[in-house]
């Protein structure tokens, strides 16, 4: 699927993805403080593509969290069943 955002705003998204300042994310894109801002507030396509990454990082994010709360709760069910001095967890 093609991009319907240009260059300067797929690295502006990259920027703000990254916490970075609108003042200095125009100053790394070339173009003015006013223009990061109407990107993130009026441009219904570049807010839409902010979305879009947004929510590809908070899926990335919940499958590493997803994962290692399966295996966390193996560790603690270990050693609840079988007794654990570092935890001080024991059967009861």
Do not use: C
């Not at 990454?53 to 590493?64: E, G, P, V």
């Not at 193996?74 to 009861?92: H, M, N, S």
């Amino acid at each position: 699927m093609k991009s319907i955002i240009n260059p300067k705003q797929e690295k502006a998204i990259d920027l703000i993805l990254s916490g970075i300042a609108d003042g200095e994310i125009a100053e790394r894109v070339g173009a003015a403080r006013q223009t990061i801002n109407r990107w993130r507030n009026q441009d219904a396509d570049f807010i839409m593509a902010l979305q879009l990454r947004r929510a590809q990082i908070r899926d990335k994010h919940m499958d590493s969290l997803t994962e290692l709360v399966e295996k966390a709760i193996g560790v603690v069910r270990k050693a609840i069943e079988y007794g654990d001095e570092a935890t001080q967890l024991y059967p009861a």
